[in-house]
């Protein structure tokens, strides 16, 4: 006596199949939960932002611009931008900038470079 389960197994194995990716799908997302991978890449984008707008402050506070040939002038204006973002995106500083101040500073001078070559 043979039992075919073929048409019976079919149907199984596609609900099988969908359970499994659901379960992987909701495991995905649990773990980008977890390690705050979403929530890094917005304080990425807003680490940024907020080194641009302090750049602006600075040289406003300054008078003086962070594009200057003078690296002393480039260091004063990348030392206040970097407080200024210390100062107003600490949280961010804090999970994303392991180097504190001095990694801002070298971030604020690195994108002022970045201007001078497209301004070229």
Known sequence: MNIDLAPVLQPLMEILVAV????G???????????????DG???SLLEDSLRDGIRVAEKRLGRSIRDADVNVQNEVAGEAADWVIENVPKA????VPGGREAL??????YAEDLVGAEA
Request: proline share 0%; charged share 35%.
């Open 42 to 44: 917005q304080l990425a």
């Open 25 to 39: 799908t909701f495991a995905i997302k649990t773990l980008a939960d977890k390690f705050g991978l979403e929530r």
């Open 20 to 23: 499994a990716l659901t379960l």
């Open 93 to 96: 500083v804090r999970r994303l």
């Open 105 to 110: 500073k070298e971030k604020a001078r690195a």
